[in-house]
């Protein structure tokens, strides 16, 4: 067999990932879903070529790990009415950029004379407003609790430094709330594949109540080809023996108990909101607010901004395929309206969507 056709070949490891996906395969008696949560999951998984080599029983199925395809159209929206006030500059990761809203998306809103700025961080969009001190710099801050440590902290430094023009949107989201939502709608799931970059802030404790009240199996996983074999294993082996209980398999990175320090900046900063997530709709508790006491960096306070609900646009499945109810094959619009270049939704946009990752590694 060729290298080219041999992802085993490719791969660091090779001869252990053989190993792990010949355990995987005589462990398994009956077709098996697990849900990879995370988009960088997704994303190794395509890379490593992992589909291909497992047995065509273990179905993988994507979930709502993608803080870019989970932000709503009326978040999208307000990010825009924002970029387009007077003396306002808005700074936002290059992922969102292209996400679509309701009615158009950051790049339109730029080409028509909206003041959007990529930045690659919250801390330079808060260089920026010590810069530009005649505009209100304002971050779009989304994503899990991966990053909103880093926004946190940015706010802090910020109410530190008593600097006046940089404000904050929060559509933060808190992954745990999602998941416990995402599983009262009966999916047909055999168990999950934690994200690791969450589980290395919040820790592997709060999937406790995914297992006890789902009898849901669940396994953190790092990025490594390995790293995901042996949690798939770890998961298909659960499921056989009947059990449902947390395991790590990412421990250099990943404590029980989390990262202490992050999660206090974070709760010092931010508190549990109600929240709009694309495709899983309004979920109790599932986002992050600024606490009263940063009002001056709240973005929705400071310029009167409301996050409406907005329509998704139509045709486009992103909430079934961040449910995992579908794969991206399924979407009628899938390689024909919808290309990366050309996306209706965000899962064909960001480099984490499951869309996006279909079309560049199955077509
Ligand atoms: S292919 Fe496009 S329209 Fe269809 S679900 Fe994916 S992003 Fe949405």
């Not at 791969?11 to 053989?18: F, I, P, Q, R, Y």
């Not at 978040?75 to 996400?99: C, H, K, N, W």
């Not at 006890?212 to 990025?223: I, K, Q, R, Y």
């Amino acid at each position: 067999m060729s290298t080219r056709n041999n992802p085993l070949e490719q791969l660091n490891d090779g001869a252990l990932c053989a190993a792990l996906v010949k355990k995987i395969s005589r462990r398994l008696s009956r077709p098996i879903r697990i849900m990879e949560v995370c988009g960088s999951h997704t994303m190794a998984i395509f890379r490593h070529g992992l589909r291909t080599l497992l047995p065509k029983d273990l179905t993988l199925v994507s979930g709502p790990g993608c803080p870019v395809c989970v932000t709503s159209p009326g978040q999208i929206d307000s990010f825009i009415e924002l970029a387009a006030m007077p003396d306002v500059i808005l700074t936002t990761f290059g992922d969102l950029y292209r996400v679509p809203g309701s009615e158009g998306s950051l790049t339109q809103a730029a080409a028509q004379g909206a003041a959007v700025k990529i930045v690659y961080s919250p801390m330079e969009a808060l260089k920026l407003a010590r810069k530009q001190t005649d505009k209100m710099v304002v971050f779009a801050g989304i994503g899990f609790e991966t990053t909103t440590p880093t926004v946190a902290a940015t706010i802090m430094t910020a109410a530190r430094e008593e600097i006046n023009n940089f404000t904050v949107l929060s559509a933060h989201k808190l992954m745990p709330p999602a998941l416990k939502a995402l599983f009262h709608e009966d999916l047909a799931v055999d168990g999950l594949l934690c994200p690791g970059h969450v589980s290395a802030i919040i820790g592997t404790d709060p999937y406790e109540t995914l297992t006890d009240e789902f009898h849901l199996p669940c396994v953190v996983a790092g990025f490594e080809a390995v790293d995901i074999l042996q949690a798939l294993f770890m998961l298909v082996r659960q499921s056989e023996e009947g059990r449902a209980v947390v395991e790590n398999a990412y421990s250099r990175v990943v404590k029980a108990e989390g990262n202490h320090q992050a999660l206090k900046i974070m709760n010092q900063v931010f508190s549990p909101e109600d929240c709009q997530w694309r495709g899983l709709g309004r979920i109790p508790a599932s986002g992050l607010g600024i606490r009263p006491q940063y009002d001056k960096f709240n973005a929705a306070v400071r310029l009167g901004i409301k996050i409406r609900d907005a329509a998704e646009p139509p045709g486009c499945l992103c909430g079934e395929v961040i449910k995992g109810r579908i794969s991206p094959s399924h979407c009628p619009l899938f390689a024909r309206q919808c290309t990366p270049m050309r996306p209706v939704g965000p899962c064909m946009v960001s480099s984490e969507g499951t869309c996006a990752a279909f079309y560049k590694f199955q077509l």
